[in-house]
């Protein structure tokens, strides 16, 4: 059934398939942000620079391998080179925390784990015992791991090392006295916890047609941290979480829209038309959203200030009131 939707759609499409240019454009927009935070050569940027390398790499051959019409060598050879970029997304992460955190007691621990993912990444590219083969969906060729002895110590491991980096991150707030320090970290912690969902990119290796909408969540997950590391001091959390929250919203629709119509009306013209108008409105869409949202905020933190600032004065005025009564009464009886 799957297969006939498969290639129902693409009797549909003409020569290109639209479904493999977010992850190639996403791809190459991460690696241009690791570029950019490069610019300041810290350690951390060092290997968050290694982070997005390795995320482009997977979105990268990932989208060519979208283009492909056939099962061939071809195919499975840019699956392979794409998910060695997964193999190393969350080492990097995990690597990338502890550098940021300079947590050098778990320096070994995470160059342990550069050695299983290069074990990793040598049994993914010279053995079939990875990647078993592929499956047609609707949105194209994707690599299939179901029937894999290793796959599932590999997810264990990917999951155990994104725990870690959270509990890392939740851990060093509470520990932190600096309210800059606690505010980065707030913002790594958030940047973890968007990109979770992101672990649905691996029901399809099993055969299940859900589509992988990881490139979403983890190109707003490194923008937001590229964003954190060079001015993580300049925004309150809040206003971080709601402009995070309209951006998935607004962006959602941008990007999936024009996809969904394509299909339903077999008209990619049209498809194509209506993507260029919602990336046209879309930043004002935002921008309209977000400062409503953000206004509304500040609004009621603007009121529990003056109403603190009251409190405040009466605290003082019953003080004061206090202090002149037991001035009085000691003149008189002292």
């Not at 998910?83 to 690597?95: E, L, M, N």
Request: with cysteine; aromatic share 20%.
């Amino acid at each position: 059934m799957e297969e006939a939707v498969a290639d129902l759609y693409y009797e549909k499409m003409d020569k290109i398939n639209f479904f493999s240019f977010p992850p190639l454009i996403s791809g190459i927009l991460i690696l241009f942000l690791g570029i950019f935070v490069l610019q300041k050569r810290r350690r951390a940027n060092i290997h968050y620079f290694i982070l997005c390398f390795v995320t482009f790499v997977w979105l990268f051959f990932y989208g060519l391998a979208f283009l492909q019409k056939e099962d061939s060598y071809i195919l499975r050879l840019l699956f392979k080179i794409g998910y060695g970029g997964v193999v190393f997304i969350c080492t990097c992460w995990f690597k990338f925390i502890v550098e940021f955190l300079e947590a050098k007691k778990l320096n070994r621990l995470a160059n342990f784990c550069y050695i299983i993912s290069f074990f990793t990444l040598f049994y993914l590219l010279f053995t079939d015992g990875f990647i078993i083969g592929v499956k047609k969906y609707f949105w194209g060729y994707y690599p299939i791991t179901k029937g894999s002895l290793y796959h599932p110590v590999f997810l264990f491991f990917y999951s155990t090392l994104w725990v870690i980096g959270v509990v890392l991150l939740y851990r060093s707030i509470k520990l932190s006295a600096s309210p800059l320090e606690i505010l980065q970290r707030k913002y790594l912690l958030l940047s973890l916890l968007i990109v979770l969902p992101g672990i649905i990119d691996f029901v399809p290796n099993y055969g299940i047609q859900i589509y992988p909408f990881a490139w979403f969540l983890v190109a707003m997950c490194i923008l937001f941290t590229s964003y954190t590391i060079l001015k993580y001091n300049l925004l309150d959390i809040k206003i971080v979480i709601t402009r995070v929250s309209v951006f998935l919203v607004v962006y959602f629709f941008v990007l999936f829209l024009p996809f969904y119509i394509g299909y339903k009306t077999n008209s990619w013209v049209f498809s194509t038309t209506s993507a260029v108008v919602l990336a046209t409105i879309g930043p004002f869409i935002y921008s309209r959203l977000r400062l409503q949202i953000e206004n509304r905020i500040k609004a009621e933190e603007l009121h529990a200030h003056q109403l603190l600032k009251e409190a405040a004065r009466g605290i003082i005025l019953i003080h004061t009131i206090t202090s002149y009564s037991q001035s009085r009464i000691g003149n008189e009886f002292g």
